[in-house]
């Protein structure tokens, strides 16, 4: 577990537009939780700019409590919008694909998907998201634990 401050959010570039007070806080790295949990207020935000640039793809039901999710079976092809959080520091992660999304079918990317993201209003004191596993995959990360700093380098391994 480790925590570090978030101070930003985008969609393809273009910034979550929420005040900063209300998503610039403490982000806590876990290995216990598989989704990544914000804010209420920020979620809804995220959700909606995703949402906005998803709209050529079929809306599908729910799926294990994560709400915005979408119907790819069929497809031969996709474009998916980009979202990137941001760090104090600069440091920053840009999920792929397969780590912003849940697939029913793990690996089956032209089946149904699930933003991976998901509100939580009982986040710790502090505590603005909680960055699960399946976002962290594929991403090393890179601990200055005397300079309190934090990198992060994406990987392509298997």
Not at 93 to 119: K, N, T
Request: with cysteine.
């Amino acid at each position: 577990m480790y925590v570090v401050r978030l101070t930003k959010l985008d969609v393809s570039g273009v910034d979550v537009k929420i005040p900063y007070t209300l998503h610039a806080g403490n982000a806590l790295f876990v290995l216990g939780t598989m989704f990544t949990y914000l804010k209420p207020e920020t979620y809804t935000v995220l959700r909606e700019q995703f949402k906005s640039q998803m709209t050529e793809y079929r809306v599908a039901p729910s799926m294990g409590g994560l709400d915005t999710c979408y119907n790819f079976t069929g497809l031969t092809r996709m474009s998916m919008p980009s979202i990137t959080l941001w760090f104090e520091g600069w440091a920053y992660i840009v999920p792929g694909m397969e780590q912003m999304m849940y697939f029913g079918r793990r690996g089956d990317i032209f089946s149904v998907g699930c933003l991976a993201f998901a509100a939580a209003s009982d986040l710790p004191p502090g505590i603005t998201a909680v960055i699960g596993t399946l976002l962290q995959e594929r991403t090393e990360v890179v601990y200055d634990v005397h300079g309190g700093k934090m990198g992060f380098s994406h990987k392509q391994c298997w």
